[in-house]
């Protein structure tokens, strides 16, 4: 569990992609390790999603997680495509405990201290905060870490290059999920040049920011 929480907090980017033709991605994988970002959190919401996480789950230059699980069943298929991690929007207790059981690294989304509460029952050290701009952004995570000061976050939803540096600025944000830099319609285009460019300039500001 360490070792993934490890490589996403040194990335500080998690790509969240929605794909709908697998053999694409191979092409995205390209693009977004040409930009310098090896990572990528294929969502479920497309019937290509599974089949993709299987063909990059073949490079081991490339850190491959699965996004939208919605259930335990689901977080048993993506672990047999080869997801070295899970995330849900949502805090489903099953998909949880299947992954906790199987030694599957897991991101639910929380979006209140309700949810936190789950969280430290499931001894979870770090949840996604989703969405994270609708719920309040950076005042509201803030106001979270007060009491749950064990438990850290990977905000998602909103976020992009214009406040990518407000949320990594605090020290209980492990990593920001986004679908800035690989938007489906560039892909379904072919358009992986644009692909590339705005990893790159993702990852100069991720530069930027920790100078
Ligand atoms: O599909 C999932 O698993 C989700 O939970 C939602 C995605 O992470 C967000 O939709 C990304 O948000 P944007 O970066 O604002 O596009």
């Known amino acids: 569990m360490d070792g993934i929480i490890g490589e996403i907090e040194a990335l500080k980017v998690v790509p969240v992609v929605a794909i709908e033709n697998p053999d694409d991605a191979n092409r995205l994988a390209d693009a977004l390790l ?3 970002i090896p990572c990528a959190e294929i969502t479920l919401r ?12 073949k ?5 491959v997680g699965a996004g939208t699980v919605h259930s335990d069943q689901q977080a048993a298929a993506v672990a047999d495509a080869g997801a070295r991690f899970v995330v849900s929007p949502g805090f489903n207790p099953k998909t949880v405990a299947w992954c906790k059981d199987h030694d599957l690294p897991v991101f639910p989304g929380i979006s209140s201290p309700t949810d936190l509460e789950m969280a430290l029952e499931f001894e979870l050290e770090v949840v996604k905060f989703f969405p994270a701009e609708a719920m309040g952004g950076i005042k509201t995570l803030k106001a979270f ?18 406040n990518l540096a407000d949320y990594l600025s605090l020290p209980w ?5 986004g679908s ?3 938007k489906s319609n560039l892909i379904a285009e072919g358009r992986f040049d644009e692909i590339v460019r705005l990893t790159a300039e993702t990852t100069s500001l991720l530069k930027e920011i920790s100078a």
């Open 34 to 36: 040409e930009g310098g």
């Open 46 to 57: 497309t019937a290509g999603g599974l089949k993709a996480i299987e063909a990059l789950s």
């Open 59 to 63: 490079r081991p230059e490339f850190l």
């Open 180 to 182: 800035w830099l690989a």
């Open 173 to 177: 944000v492990v990593a920001c999920g």
């Open 145 to 162: 870490h007060g009491p749950y000061q064990s438990i850290r976050f990977m905000p998602t939803g909103g976020i992009s290059m214009s």
